[in-house]
C-alpha cells in the first residue's frame, strides 16, 4: 500500500442485486451523523515529548498529536484522526518533531514542523519502521524495523531529511525503541522469545543495550531476569531511565519509571511504556497514571501537569437492513460450501444447508447425497471420480468419509473419538487422504488400513492441503510471521516432502497473502505443471516442477473475486465461487461460463401457540421482577405477557408450567466466532452448546464467509440447530495477517471487491481488523452504512469515536502500535476511555478472556451440558478449573475488576457496554456466564449485568424493535431458567428450555445427540 493510493478518492462501484427472491433491501445514503466535541483530562496510554528549551510538550493523546505548554492547560490538536501519529519525538533544534505513522497501511517515519505544518514522510517501503529518535546533533533519526525480513526488529539510522537507511544491529532477538545518549550512541531494548501462555510466543524486553553507531561496539547497560523493559532514554549527564513493568503476560503490574536503577515513585503505579523526557539533568517529563508527570529528582517531587483536550466525536446515522425476521417466502441458497469439481469436470460436490449436494453441471437442482441433521464440510474428490471425501460428526467427533455418490456405498477410513479430521485431501493414487486436527497438525492416514501419523506439525490454523500428481509433496496455506515482538505476517505456502517431512516457504508473491487459509487453495494441477490460489481475491497459476515447487511468477486467470478453486482431472478447468456464484474458467482461453444451481430454502417460521406459565418474568430491562405470569407467543412473536390466568388459553395452545422458574430473554454472545479457529473442529455441538447455555443470539465477529453463512442458512431453514445468527465473513485487515479469517488488502480495488463480496453474501455486519488504516476504515464504514445497512467495528477506540465505525469489539485487544489506546498494559482504562465511549455513543464489547476466573465457581467445570463440547474442549475446561483452583492468581483477579470497573464507569454514563468472549478462543458458553458473574462480583446489580447480553446488546445492534427485550410484538426468543437469576446471577445460569424465533427446546432435547440429559424434558417435551 501506498500513501497515495489512500489519499485517492473512493471507487464509484455499482452493486449489482443478486437474483434470489427475496432480496435484501439494500440501504438508503446515510443522514447525517450525529457530531460533538468531548473533552478530557487524562490519557490512557499517552506519550510525550518536550522541546529543548523545556516549555513546550507535544502528547499523543488517542492516536493524535497535542501540543501544550509546560504549565498546562488547553491542548491544540496537530494531526487528524487518519494521519496515525504516535510516538513523538522533538529534534533538539525545537523545531522539528518526528514521529511513527501508519497512515499508508505501513509504519513509516515521518517528521514535521512543531506547529503540526510541514508533514513530511521520511521512510519507505514493505518494512514496519517504528520508535523514531533523533540524535544529539540533529541530524540522524534511529529507529526500529522489521525491514530486511529475516525474522527480527533491528535498529536502522537514517538522515533526517531522508535517504537510505542503514542498518545498526542484526541479532535475532528484537531489538526496538532506540534512545540517544549525549554523546551520540544509541541505546535500545533488547528481548528475548518467551511463551506465555501455551502456543504463544512474544518477545519480552530483557535488557538496554548501547551500541556505538559509527563502530558497532555494544555493551549492556540494564539487564532483568522477569518483568519487562521499555523505551531507554538518557539523561544530559548520562543517568538511564526505562519504563519496567512487574509481572507478564496479561498480569503485567506495576509499572515503575526507574532512573539509574530505582524507581522514581511510590505514587504512580501505571507507568506507561514510552521514553521519559529529559527537560533537564535532574528533571524529567513522562505518562503515568492517565497524567502528565514532571519529577524533580533533586527536590524528589512530582508534579502533575494538568491538561484538557478536545476530541470531535461523530455517530453516524443510516438505515439498519431488512432482516426479514418474519418472511415465509423461499430464498436461493448463498452459502454453497467448499465446491469440488468432478475429475470429468461434469459434477460438483458441495455444502448446504446443513447437507452434501451433489449438481450435475447443465441441471440446476441439485441432489441431497445426505439427509442427517449432523455436521457436514470439506467435500473432495478421488482422482478416479468413485469416491466424494468428506467430514460429518455423525459418530460424535468430525471424521472424514468416502462416499460413493452412485451407490451410497460410504467407508470410515480411521474412526477417531479424540481427534477431529477437517480437510480432507485425497492422493492422487487413491490410497492416502490427508487431514488436519484440533491442533493444526496435518496427518497422512492410509484408506485401506486407517494407519494415521502425522506428516507436517502443527502451524496455526492451516489451510486445506494438496497432493503433487507424483504423490511426493503437500502444499499448504499457513501463516509466516514476520518477527516474534509481532504476531502479523503473510499466509504463505508451506512444502512438506512426505517422505522425509522436510518444510520449505515459499511466497505466493512478494508481500501479498493466499486470501484466506480455508478453500482459496494452493491447489496442484492433475497435470504436475503448475498449482492455483487465490490471491487479492483473484484466481492465480504458478507454474511448479514434477516436486510442486514453485519456478515462476503467480500469473492472475480473473479479475473478480474467487474463492475456493479446484481443478478438473485434464486440468483443463477450474471451478470456483463467485460472490454466492459457481463458475468455471477454461484454463487455455480464460473464458469463464456461470453454473447454474437452484437451491433454495424457506425460513423456519412456527405456527400455533405456546402459553408459559411462569413464577417470575423479568422482561430485559430495569431491575423490576413480575411475578405469577402467563407468557403468551403465537408464531415466532411475543402475544401479551399478564398475571396468570388474566387471559384464556388459546384453543389448541401448548401450555409450559414452570412454577419455580424464571422466564426472561434468551442471552446475546456479542462477540463470537462460530465458523472459524476452534470453532471449525465444533461441528454440529457448537450451536446447541450455546443453546444449552441460554444463548439464543450471536453476533458474528469474524468468520470463513461461506461456512458463516451456510451455518446461518442452516439455522434460518431449520437444517441445523443453533442460535439466532447475525453473521459475517472474513475480517477486512491490511497487507499484513494472522488468523485464517482475516482478508489480506493490498489495494483500493480490492478492498472494494472486499466490501461487494460481504454485500452480495447478504452479510450482517463488517469487521475491520488490526492492520487496516483508518482511512480504510473510513470507506468500510460508508460502504456498510451506505450499501449494506450494517454496522463496523475494529479493535480501536478512535475510528469508534471520531471516524465512523460503530463500535469497539473488545476492551482492548492486539494492536498494531503494541500498546492499545482503550487500556494500559496494566489493564486500567481511565477517564478519557470512559468519556469517548459513553459520550460518542459508540458500543464496547468487553471480552474478558481470562480462565482463570473459573476458580471462583470451580463447580462449572463439571456441568454435563458441556460434555456437548468436543471431548478436548471440555478437557480444556476442566483443566482451565484445575489451574486456577490449584494456583489462584491474584494479579488476574485484579485485571478482570479493572475490566468490570470500566464496564460500571461507562454504564454509569449511559454508554453501551455489552458482554461478549471471543469464543471460541476463551470457552464457548461458560465464559459468557463467567462474565456475567464477574460483572456482578464487581459492582453491577444481576440486572444491569444481564442487560449487557439482553436489552442494551439490542440496541447497541440497532435491533431492540425486535430483539432484546419480551414485550408485545417482540421475537420470541427467550429462556426458562430455574430460580432468579435477579437476585442470584448464578441462577441464569440453570437454563432449563430455550425458544428460539418461537421455537421451544428443552436443554435435553438440545443436548440429544451428543449427552444424554433430562434437563427440562418433563417442562418443555420434544415435539
Keep these: 500500500m501506498r500513501l497515495s493510493a489512500l489519499a485517492s478518492a473512493a471507487l464509484l462501484l455499482s452493486v449489482p442485486a443478486f437474483s434470489q427472491p427475496a432480496k435484501p433491501a439494500t440501504a438508503k445514503p446515510a443522514s447525517a451523523p450525529k457530531n460533538r466535541t468531548i473533552t478530557i483530562h487524562e490519557g490512557t496510554n499517552m506519550a510525550s515529548t518536550v522541546s529543548p528549551d523545556g516549555k513546550t510538550v507535544i502528547l499523543d493523546l488517542q492516536g493524535m498529536l497535542f501540543s501544550l505548554g509546560i504549565e498546562g492547560g488547553k491542548a491544540k490538536q496537530l494531526t487528524q484522526p487518519t494521519d496515525e501519529a504516535a510516538y513523538p519525538g522533538f529534534a533538539p533544534d525545537g523545531k522539528t518533531v518526528v514521529f511513527q505513522s501508519y497512515a499508508g497501511g505501513t509504519f513509516h517515519v515521518w517528521k514535521m514542523n512543531a506547529d503540526g ?22 541530524k540522524t533519526i534511529a529507529f526500529a524495523s522489521d525491514r530486511d525480513f529475516k525474522g527480527s526488529y533491528d535498529i536502522w539510522t537514517v538522515g533526517i531529511d531522508g535517504g537510505e537507511p ?17 554523546d551520540g550512541k544509541i541505546v535500545y531494548v533488547s528481548a528475548v522469545d518467551e511463551e506465555i501462555i501455551p502456543g504463544l510466543r512474544v518477545a519480552t524486553g530483557r535488557q538496554v543495550i548501547q551500541v556505538d553507531p559509527s563502530t558497532l561496539e555494544k555493551k549492556t547497560l540494564v539487564e532483568v531476569k522477569s518483568g519487562r523493559i521499555d523505551s531507554p532514554s538518557v539523561s544530559p549527564d548520562g543517568k538511564l531511565a526505562y519504563i519496567y513493568f512487574s509481572g507478564s503476560g496479561q498480569t503485567l503490574f506495576p509499572s515503575k519509571l526507574i532512573v539509574d536503577g530505582k524507581p522514581v515513585s511510590s505514587k504512580y503505579d501505571d507507568a506507561f511504556p514510552f521514553e521519559a523526557a529529559w527537560i533537564s539533568p535532574t528533571s524529567l517529563l513522562y505518562t503515568t ?46 452459502g454453497l460450501y467448499g465446491p469440488a469439481l468432478s475429475p470429468d469436470g461434469k459434477q460438483v460436490a458441495f455444502v448446504a444447508l446443513n447437507q452434501l449436494y451433489l449438481l450435475t453441471i447443465g441441471n440446476p437442482v441439485p441432489k441431497a447425497l445426505t439427509g442427517d441433521s449432523f455436521y457436514k464440510q470439506g467435500p473432495m474428490w478421488s482422482a478416479d471420480g468413485k469416491w466424494i471425501a468428506y467430514v460429518s460428526d455423525k459418530d460424535g467427533v468430525e471424521n472424514v468419509y468416502l462416499l460413493d455418490p452412485k451407490t451410497g456405498e460410504e467407508k470410515h477410513p480411521s474412526p477417531s473419538k479424540t481427534t477431529a479430521q477437517i480437510f480432507p485431501a485425497l492422493s492422487p493414487d487413491c490410497k492416502w487422504f490427508t487431514s488436519q486436527d484440533q491442533t493444526g497438525a496435518t496427518h497422512l492416514t492410509e484408506i485401506a488400513t486407517g494407519k494415521d501419523s502425522i506428516v507436517a506439525p502443527a502451524t496455526f490454523f492451516p489451510g486445506r492441503a494438496s497432493f503433487t500428481t507424483n504423490g511426493k509433496t ?33 511466497k505466493p508473491a512478494p508481500f501479498e497473502s493466499v486470501t484466506t487459509r480455508t478453500e482459496d487453495g494452493p491447489i496442484y494441477s492433475p497435470t504436475g505443471k503448475e498449482m492455483a490460489f487465490v490471491m487479492s481475491d483473484v484466481l492465480y497459476t504458478m507454474p511448479v516442477d514434477e516436486n510442486g515447487v514453485p519456478t515462476g511468477k503467480a500469473e492472475p486467470l480473473n479479475n473478480e473475486v474467487t474463492d475456493a478453486p479446484t481443478y478438473s482431472g485434464d486440468g483443463s478447468k477450474l471451478l470456483y465461487l463467485n460472490n454466492g456464484k459457481l463458475k468455471l474458467i477454461d484454463r487455455k482461453t480464460k473464458a469463464i461460463t456461470p453454473v447454474a444451481v437452484n437451491l433454495k430454502y424457506t425460513p423456519e417460521q412456527p405456527t400455533g401457540s405456546t402459553v408459559i406459565h411462569a413464577a417470575r418474568f423479568w422482561k430485559g430491562s430495569g431491575p423490576d421482577v413480575r411475578t405469577d405470569v402467563d407468557v403468551l407467543v403465537t408464531g415466532n412473536r411475543v402475544v401479551s405477557v399478564t398475571p396468570h390466568g388474566a387471559k384464556p388459553v388459546p384453543a389448541g395452545a401448548k401450555a409450559i408450567d414452570a412454577p419455580n422458574s424464571t422466564v426472561l430473554p434468551g442471552l446475546w454472545e456479542n462477540h463470537a466466532h462460530p465458523n472459524s479457529d ?3 473442529y465444533y461441528g454440529d455441538r457448537m450451536g446447541r452448546l450455546w443453546m444449552a447455555y441460554g444463548i439464543t443470539t450471536l453476533r458474528d465477529m469474524a468468520d470463513n464467509a461461506y461456512r458463516a453463512v451456510e451455518e446461518k442458512e442452516a439455522f434460518v431453514s431449520g437444517a441445523a440447530v443453533g442460535p439466532r445468527l447475525f453473521a459475517t465473513g472474513e475480517a477486512v485487515d491490511g497487507e499484513r495477517v494472522y488468523y485464517p479469517m482475516m482478508i489480506a488488502t493490498t489495494s483500493e480495488a480490492q478492498l472494494q471487491r472486499e466490501f461487494q463480496r460481504l454485500h452480495a453474501l447478504d452479510f450482517d455486519f463488517l469487521k475491520l481488523y488490526v492492520r487496516l488504516p483508518y482511512s480504510w476504515m473510513k470507506k468500510g464504514d460508508e460502504f456498510a452504512h451506505n450499501v449494506m445497512g450494517v454496522q463496523t467495528a475494529s479493535h480501536y477506540l478512535l475510528p469508534a469515536v471520531a471516524i465512523g465505525n460503530d463500535g469497539m469489539s473488545h ?22 476511555v470512559q468519556q469517548l465511549e459513553a459520550e460518542s455513543g459508540m458500543w464496547t464489547i468487553s471480552t474478558l478472556l481470562n480462565q482463570s476466573i473459573i476458580g471462583n465457581w470451580p463447580a462449572m467445570a463439571d456441568d454435563s451440558r458441556y460434555n456437548i463440547a468436543p471431548p478436548w474442549e471440555k478437557n480444556r475446561l476442566v483443566n482451565a478449573r484445575n489451574a486456577a483452583v490449584k494456583n489462584p ?4 483477579e485484579d485485571r ?26 476463551d470457552l464457548p458458553s461458560t465464559s459468557l456466564h463467567l462474565n456475567l458473574r464477574s460483572q456482578v462480583k464487581y459492582g453491577l446489580q444481576p440486572w444491569q449485568a444481564l442487560e449487557t447480553v439482553t436489552s442494551i446488546a439490542a440496541k447497541a445492534a440497532l435491533l431492540d424493535k425486535d430483539l432484546g427485550t419480551l414485550e408485545k410484538g417482540k421475537l420470541a426468543d427467550l429462556i426458562i431458567v430455574d430460580g432468579n437469576p435477579l437476585t442470584n446471577i448464578n441462577d441464569v445460569t440453570n437454563v432449563q428450555c430455550v425458544m428460539t424465533n418461537g421455537h421451544l427446546r428443552s436443554v435435553a432435547e438440545i443436548a440429544a445427540p451428543f449427552e444424554k440429559l433430562t434437563t427440562g424434558a418433563t417442562m418443555c417435551p420434544a415435539k
Design 678 to 680: 476452534n470453532s471449525i
Design 889 to 892: 492468581s491474584t494479579a488476574s
Design 289 to 334: 497514571n492517565g497524567k502528565l508527570v514532571k519529577t524533580d529528582l533533586s527536590a524528589k517531587t512530582e508534579t502533575e501537569i494538568p491538561f484538557t483536550a478536545d476530541i470531535k466525536s461523530i455517530r453516524p446515522i443510516f438505515k439498519s437492513k431488512d432482516y426479514r425476521f418474519d418472511s415465509k417466502l423461499p430464498r436461493q441458497a448463498l
Design 117 to 138: 505544518t510541514g508533514l513530511k514522510q521520511v521512510t519507505s517501503g514493505h518494512g514496519d519502521d517504528r520508535e523514531p529518535r533523533i540524535s544529539p546533533d540533529g
Design 166 to 182: 542503514k542498518q545498526i544491529t542484526s541479532g535475532t532477538n528484537d531489538e526496538y525503541e532506540p534512545g540517544w545518549t549525549p
Design 811 to 832: 476492551v482492548s485487544a492486539t494492536a498494531r502500535t503494541g500498546w492499545a489506546y482503550s487500556r494500559s498494559l496494566t489493564g486500567f482504562s481511565y477517564s478519557d
Design 474 to 506: 503437500l502444499a499448504i496455506a499457513t501463516i509466516h510471521p514476520y518477527t516474534k515482538r509481532f504476531r502479523e505476517g503473510t499466509s504463505d505456502i508451506l512444502l512438506v516432502d512426505i517422505a522425509t517431512k522436510k518444510q520449505t516457504w515459499h
Design 896 to 921: 478482570v475488576m479493572r475490566e468490570e470497573s470500566t464496564v460500571k464507569g461507562v454504564l454509569d454514563r449511559k454508554g453501551l457496554y455489552i458482554g461478549g468472549t471471543d469464543s471460541p478462543l
